[in-house]
Every structure is written in C-alpha cells, then in structure tokens.
C-alpha cells in the first residue's frame, strides 16, 4: 500500500459516481487514469485492504429487519454454542467480546417479524437466554476511517 | 404512550421500507457483492439484469436519495489498516438525555457507529452504544476517557467490549 492507495482509502469511502465511466471520472479526482484506478481498488480487494467497494445498503429501507443480541456462555460450552448460533442462516456476523455477555452478533432477517422467531429459535437450540438489543435510534453511522 | 415512545415510533415510521419494485431488486442482487471493476460497470449491471444502463443509474440515484443505499465506495478492513483494537463503549446514561447524548457522542470523528438500544436489567444497564476504533487498547481507552469527559455526570457507569475472535463474518444477503 502507497500514498495513492492511502489518498484513495481515504477520498473513496463514499461518493463514487453514478455515471458512464465512474472511474474515469472518480480517476481525474486522484491525477490517475481510469485503466490505473480500477487496478488500484482491485489490488487493495485482493489484498483485503477493502472489504467491499459498491453501494453500501440499507437492510431496513430494503424491509429487513436487522438486531444486536448478546449472550452469556460460559466458557466451556463456547465452541458449541459458536457452532449452533453460527449455523443458523440469519447470524451475519458474530463476535467474541470479553465480557460477562461474550458472544455478541448480528440477525439480518427479510423482515422484522422473522428476529423474533430467529431468536427463539437461537435460545431452544442453545438453552441459553438471547438478549435482544435492536437499536432504538441511530445518531451516526459511516466511520471515515483515515490511513 | 409517553413522549419518548412516540418520538421512538415516528423514528421507526421513518426507517419504513421504502417502495421497490422487481426491477430495483434484481439491481440490488447484482451489486450486493459490490461494482464491477470495469470502465463501465453500471452497464455491466445492465446486461446481468436485464434494463438498460440508464435504467440501473437511474434507480440506483433514486435509492440514494431515498437513504435504501446509504453510499457508493469503499468499504475499508478496519483490521488490515492497523485498526486492531475495536472497542464496543456502552453508557449508562439517564434515558431522557440518550438522544441529545448520543447525538453528541455520534458526532465525534472516532466513532463509527452510535445507537441507542434497550437495557436489559439487572444484566445490562447500558444504553447508548459507540463503537470506537483505535490502533491499539491505548488509543481506544483515551478515546473512550474523551467521551466520559463528554458525558460528564451523565456517565453513570460504562464498559468498553473488545472483541477477541471474529465468530462468523458474511456480508448481508439479500433477496
């Protein structure tokens, strides 16, 4: 990764034109050439530099409904319960995170009604309890990260 | 039905699914996984999907501007960048002052995401979420040390999460 890669890490996290040739245009921002930009985002996905470069969504202007759920498990029976919770379809992404709650993840779900289900569904396949936290309001979302 | 609930309502009635048809959703299929890296990828959308490529800009600057899509760029790997230390900040904060907190909270340019979400008593008495990213535990702490300096007396007890293990990580599927 170079100063170009970092100036287009930086400068590309949103904006990029809907158009005919949007890394032609996208490419003059950044004094390159279109042919020299599309290699450049296809190296930093390669590498894993990005994960993704598109249009990022809404799941819940899309009428899906997405939650944050918590649970408690202790620590020998972690693993298992990492594959049970894992094995369901709607678990997008899941962590381990210290504390007493360790094991945090996301339900994407087509609509609102299916998390309900989804997590009593988690809680008789695991016995253990599923805390539901969907959220309430969002006041930001969208990290410009800066390298 | 208190104030707060209704202005929590009237929030959700604004995240209301906006209208698509068949067509936008054959478009979100195809861009789900990001752009194609080609001199023209709208039209490579195109052919998969079956419109023209006036058609696919066309819908896809009307989610724009409907919020469906929320950008088009980048998505950078916050831990191939160095910014290993991802702390999830939880405050206990008084309940009437979450939303003028956590607009407060949101707007500082080391947090990424900021919600508001349901306590769980006596399990979990923390409301306001800031997630805030850092190089290392150093820099999130004194990151963290900002926001309590913030909240002041609001802060009536907090926690910072890391997380040790990536469990399972797939993108969002839709349709």
Not at chain 2, 2 to 13: C, W, Y
Not at chain 2, 40 to 57: C, K, L, N, T, W
Not at chain 2, 112 to 135: E, K, Q, T
Request: net charge neutral.
């Amino acid at each position: 990764m170079d100063a170009v890669d970092r100036q287009l890490i930086n400068g590309l996290q949103g904006g990029f034109p809907v158009s005919e040739r949007p890394y032609a245009e996208a490419a003059e921002r950044f004094g390159l050439t279109e042919d020299e930009l599309i290699r450049r985002v296809d190296a930093l996905l390669a590498q894993g530099v990005l994960t993704r470069f598109g249009p990022m969504y809404h799941a819940e202007r899309l009428g899906g409904a997405l939650t944050l759920a918590a649970m408690k498990i202790p620590a020998a029976d972690f693993e298992r319960v990492a594959g049970i919770v894992n094995a369901f379809p709607e678990v997008a992404h899941n962590y381990a995170r210290e504390h007493e709650l360790n094991m945090w993840f996301v339900l994407a779900t087509e609509t609102p009604e299916r998390i309900g289900e989804v997590i009593a569904g988690i809680e008789r396949a695991t016995g253990y309890k599923v805390y539901n936290m969907p959220k309430l309001e969002e006041f930001y979302v969208g990290l410009r990260l800066t390298v | 039905m208190n104030a707060h609930a209704a202005e929590i309502l009237a929030h959700a009635g604004f995240e209301a699914p906006a209208k698509l048809d068949d067509a936008d959703r054959r478009i979100i299929v195809a861009t789900q996984e990001g752009l194609p890296r080609v001199p023209r990828p709208y039209h490579a959308i195109a052919a998969q999907v079956g419109v023209s490529a006036d058609e696919v800009m066309t819908r896809l600057r009307r989610m724009l501007d409907a919020g469906v899509i929320r950008r088009v760029g980048a998505v950078p790997n916050h831990y191939a960048l160095g910014y290993q230390a991802n702390g999830m900040s939880v405050w206990d904060v008084p309940e009437e002052r979450v939303r003028e907190l956590g607009r407060k909270i949101g707007g500082l340019d080391f947090v990424s995401h900021c919600y508001h979400r349901p306590r769980h008593l006596p399990d979990w008495p923390y409301s306001l979420f800031a997630m805030v990213h850092g190089r290392d535990r150093a820099e999130v702490e004194a990151k963290v040390a900002q926001i309590a300096g913030l909240l002041g007396e609001d802060d009536r007890g907090h926690a910072v999460l890391y997380s040790t293990r990536i469990l399972k990580k797939t993108g969002l599927r839709i349709g």
